[in-house]
């Protein structure tokens, strides 16, 4: 008797548990299309986050969304629209908690009430002070199940832009680096030349399509006149807007970057006692100059002032991608997030230029300060991503 109590007993157990990870094998399915939704506004929602939202009945989806270009309308207001009357009794997975407050749209909180939604699913809290776990309290309120932490690690990873800003008053910073097999990165004399295959300079320009801005050294500017746009094939309206690091204004008036200033923005970041007369004639050519402290105990811009001049303009995701001096100088002082270097197959030679102004690239590979997230074969080169510790 005894014994087949303890059998149905572990089996009722068995069948629990079962029926718990099919729920969140459910969940996580359901949760990784909203993160792959969201990913679809990286890099034009600023300074607002890229949610994606996924709206689910019967394991059927029927609505779904993503925030809007500049920012609006919100991933669940899109989801909702989609859905309509369907929408009652629904379950909605986002991948950040709704908002709960006023700003320039109502909170999402409230139209997920008035729609009906029986239960939501978020993937991580808002650190937002406006928001911070009031927007899922609200819904608990008015009757709606809420679940929080599906996918939290890859939601926050998204999110790491929106969630810098709210809580360093810095954007997350990917820095970039194409280097060959002896670790360089131009030739001689800091001559140009082609490191990375095609599927390699592909994703590159996907990850500035991504971006919210895309950040240079003046250095760069003056040797390879850079346009920094995304080239995929019709992309180029995604592209981010470029940030030079220009203290004293000196970037070319016949620079690809000033002459298509009227299509994508141009920031010059310069030092506050850079010429009056030169900020104005880049401002008449439509380039925007910020002005910035310098760096108190080293020649150049102050960084963290850089930093967060960008987070108040609203810049989210910024991707540094060089050169060496601006590259050494975001390893030096901890300030690159996630780190995504490229090498390649074939060498430079020992005249080459470093990747790394005054460092060895071992600055990164074998730093305790960041850690290798993943590596992979991309055609003919190697892509390694290290995230800071």
């Not at 689910?56 to 029927?62: A, C, F, L, N, Q």
């Not at 690690?153 to 820095?175: F, K, M």
């Not at 030679?349 to 992979?376: F, K, M």
């Not at 080169?381 to 800071?388: F, H, K, N, R």
């Amino acid at each position: 008797m005894i014994f087949r109590i303890l059998e149905e007993q572990i089996g009722q157990k068995f069948a629990a548990e079962k029926a718990a990870k099919a729920g969140h094998s459910v969940d996580r399915r359901f949760m990784q299309l909203a993160l792959a939704l969201g990913r679809r506004g990286q890099g034009r929602t600023a300074s607002n986050p890229a949610v994606g939202a996924v709206l689910v009945k019967d394991g059927v989806i029927i609505g779904r969304g993503w925030t809007q270009d500049g920012g609006r309308p919100h991933a669940e207001v899109e989801a909702l629209r989609r859905a309509g009357e369907a929408a009652r009794g629904g379950t909605l997975y986002v991948t950040l908690e709704p908002c709960s407050h006023h700003g320039r749209s109502p909170p999402c909180a409230d139209a997920i009430i008035a729609a009906g939604v029986a239960r939501v699913v978020s993937a991580i809290e808002d650190p937002n002070p406006l928001v911070g776990g009031q927007g899922h309290a609200r819904l608990r309120a008015a009757g709606i199940a809420v679940d929080i932490g599906v996918c939290a690690e890859e939601a926050t990873r998204d999110h790491a832009g929106h969630l810098y800003r709210i809580t360093a008053q810095r954007p997350h910073v990917t820095l970039k680096l194409a280097v060959s097999a002896d670790g360089k990165i131009a030739a001689a004399g800091h001559q140009p030349v082609a490191i990375t295959g095609e599927a390699a300079n592909a994703r590159t320009h996907l990850l500035r399509a991504r971006s919210d801005a895309v950040l240079v050294g003046i250095g760069t500017v003056l040797a390879d006149d850079p346009a920094l746009t995304c080239r995929l094939p019709g992309m180029a309206a995604q592209s981010p807007i470029r940030v030079v690091l220009d203290r004293s204004l000196r970037v070319p008036a016949a620079s690809k970057l000033v002459h298509s200033a009227r299509i994508t923005p141009l920031w010059l970041m310069a030092s506050e006692i850079a010429e009056a007369a030169t900020a104005a004639r880049l401002g008449a050519a439509s380039a925007e100059v910020v002005h910035v402290a310098d760096c108190a105990d080293t020649p150049g811009l102050d960084l963290p002032a850089v930093l967060r001049a960008l987070s108040d303009k609203g810049v989210t995701r910024l991707l540094v991608e060089g050169g060496a001096r601006v590259a050494a100088a975001f390893v030096t002082q901890r300030l690159a997030d996630e780190i995504r270097l490229w090498r390649s197959d074939n060498p430079i030679g020992a005249d080459g230029v470093d990747a790394l102004d005054g460092l060895p690239l071992s600055a990164i590979t074998e730093s305790p300060h960041w850690r290798v997230r993943s590596t992979e074969r991309v055609g003919a080169d190697t892509l390694t991503i290290y995230e800071s510790n």
